[in-house]
């Protein structure tokens, strides 16, 4: 069965780093693009980036570029999202999310999310 | 980027009758060349991840019972639960992945009467 979990989540100082780790399981993950989604605490949903099957495209949201990394490694079925220049308006739970295979820019799994928060 | 506006934010059903529930976009998401409209619905509840309802406007996920149904091409979109049931109370999202920037709704919240 399909598994997301994802980790290296926590409290981080505005303008900090972090790293986001996306364990997947259950499907050939090599053959799948991916995605991050986030929601901020009561808010509503926000895609973050997009990365293809084998790395070679990514996409971002306007509100991260240049500051977001998406990448991957299909050899340990992992997903990434480096987090750099954090702002306050970056507080959300952050979902590593499954593209469907029907089409790969629609989500049919999503992981349980990781809280970052960004405060001083 | 394509804005997605969904209404009512709020919505109370009394069990057992229709909801529904609107989804507008910015600019159409329909493709002409295969005709399909580049939408989906999402069901969340609290504590819980987003659950994928419709796609393709119309399509129902696998597993997802036939009361929930999707109309609508273009720019106008809805979703529909024919009889509510005490289990269907959560927010509902439409997305658009017409474009590759994705948007979401700003969500409705559904309770019962």
């Known amino acids: 069965q399909v598994q997301l979990v994802e980790s290296g989540g926590g409290v981080v100082q505005p303008g900090g780093s972090l790293r986001l780790s996306c364990a997947a399981s259950g499907f050939t993950f090599n053959n799948l693009d991916m995605h991050w989604v986030r929601q901020a605490p009561g808010k509503g949903l926000e895609w973050v980036a997009f990365i293809r099957f084998d790395g070679t495209d990514k996409y971002y949201a306007d509100s991260v570029k240049g500051r977001f990394t998406i990448s991957r490694d299909n050899s340990k079925d992992r997903l990434y999202l480096q987090l750099n220049s954090l702002r306050a308006e970056d507080t959300a739970v952050y979902h590593c999310v499954k593209g469907h295979s029907d089409y790969h820019y629609f989500f049919d799994y999503w992981g349980l999310g990781i809280l970052i928060t960004v405060s001083s | ?113």
């Open chain 2, 1 to 113: 980027d394509i804005v997605m506006t969904q209404s009512p934010d709020s919505l109370a059903v009394s069990l057992g009758e229709r909801a529904t529930i609107s989804c507008k976009s910015s600019q159409s998401v329909l493709d002409s060349s295969n005709n399909k409209n580049y939408l989906a619905w999402y069901q969340q509840k609290p504590g819980q991840p987003p659950k994928l309802l419709i796609y393709w406007a119309s399509t129902r996920e696998s597993g997802v019972p036939d009361r929930f149904s999707g109309s609508g091409s273009g720019t106008d979109f809805t979703l529909t639960i024919s009889s509510l049931q005490a289990e269907d109370v959560a927010v509902y999202y439409c997305q658009q992945y017409y474009s590759t920037l994705i948007t979401f709704g700003q969500g409705t919240r559904l309770e019962i009467k």
